[in-house]
């Protein structure tokens, strides 16, 4: 498609000047949601190039190869951005799911060899081809669902081979997928079986072998740890930071999804761009959070599949700090990559306002995995990358109508998907 112009759209959310739709939105700030009522928008080659109120429709005196499009009714916002994702896996783990409907918790099940060493053994049996088509139809679905970037984990691997494997599939998937992504480096999701006496051991591996073989290959963006009671300890998860920053991986990190061990402070002073899960959050977590650049995204459909607490987003955004939303889409805790749901969960279960909901969903979001520049906002010069809803009353019924799928048409780089 060459030009676009989409018409009586109901409501233009997010709409950004350049100035602005770059910067991270925290605390109160989150409350507004800037908007044009009754507006038309304007794509030119995948970008965004104009847009106003349907009072100023603008005058077109060359209409070839122009696409006009009404949006009567409907309501146009930013795709949204999933910063925080597993896509890459074998297989499900719905063994696992009746496992914890009969009273298995879900550190339970990875005591007993379930849980990500599941998912890793059966990765590592899985040739290269498949995970990639299996990981590309996911990718297809997840666009049709209103997401236009999402950021991608090993961390199903946990040997040499099998980390990068999973690396170079999501390498790949950049190359020829229509989203945006990124991808973060997870070997340090959980002890292989063989390491569970020896940490140093595996340390030694990420170390010694994973991290300058990513370096090489210019396989990751991120470097992420699973920074938890039983799996990495603030020490030895710091360890693998800093090897990760030689090669210019920057940290997003697992934590506080169970318990807080003091991972938020030693992440922020790491440099993290952003922590995430936040379910058990002290004071003290908080407070380490306040005037940094560190995106607090929380990931509700985790909490909800698990049954485990809802991250105080409240408290943190009462605090100040800039909250994002994710769905930590993965076969284990969070299969689902429906961030329109995840929208519902914040307003019901977080309690966040429709508006905060959005802004976390869609310009922090970008922020979370460094994308700002093109997505999370209407701003001219960035990527049109955006929704068409079906026709609704208003944007609070978005979160309000749970479950019902309003996401109709879906622009990716002005292409219509
Ligand atoms: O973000 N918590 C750590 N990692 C994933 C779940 C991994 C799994 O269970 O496969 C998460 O919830
Ligand atoms: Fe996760």
Known sequence: MGKVLIKNIKSLLQVRESKEATEAIAGNEMKNLPSIENAWLAIEEGIIVAYGEMKDWPGITDWRNLEVLDADGCFVFPAFVDSHT?????????????????????????????????????LQQMDFDQLYEQAFDRLNKIMKLGTGAIEIKSGYGLT???????????????????????????????????????????????????????????????????????????????????????????PKVHVNQFTSIGGI???VNAGAISVDHLEIMKEKDIDALRNTNTIATILPSCSFFLSIPYAPARKMIDAGLPVALATDFNP????????????????????MTPEEAINAATLNGAKAMEVES?????????????????????????????GENLIDKVFINGELF
Do not use: W
């Not at 963006?221 to 920057?250: Q, R």
């Not at 701003?379 to 609704?392: D, Q, Y």
């Open 86 to 122: 597993h896509t890459v896996f074998a297989d499900t783990r719905e063994e696992e799911f009746v496992d914890r409907i009969k009273g298995l918790s879900y550190q339970e099940i990875a005591a007993k060899g379930g849980g990500i060493l599941n998912s890793a053994k059966k």
């Open 332 to 351: 284990g805790s969070t299969p689902s990559y429906n961030m329109s749901f995840v929208l519902a969960l914040a307003s019901i279960k977080n309690k």
């Open 265 to 267: 402070e030693a992440c």
């Open 160 to 250: 040499v081979d099998a980390e990068l494997k999973m690396l170079r599939v999501i390498k790949k998937l950049k190359e020829n997928h229509p989203l945006t992504i990124k991808a973060t480096f997870l070997g340090a999701h959980a002890y292989p079986a063989e390491f569970k006496e020896n940490h140093q051991g595996y340390i030694d591996l990420i170390i010694n072998k994973m991290l300058p073989a990513i370096g090489e290959e210019g396989l990751a963006d991120y470097v992420d740890a699973f920074l938890e009671t039983n799996y990495f300890s603030v020490n030895e998860t710091i360890k693998v930071l800093e090897s990760a920053a030689k090669y210019g991986l920057k």
């Open 374 to 402: 093109d997505l999370g906002s209407i701003t001219l010069g960035k990527k049109a990358s955006f929704v068409i809803t079906k026709p609704i009353k208003n944007m609070a019924y978005l979160p309000y109508s749970f």
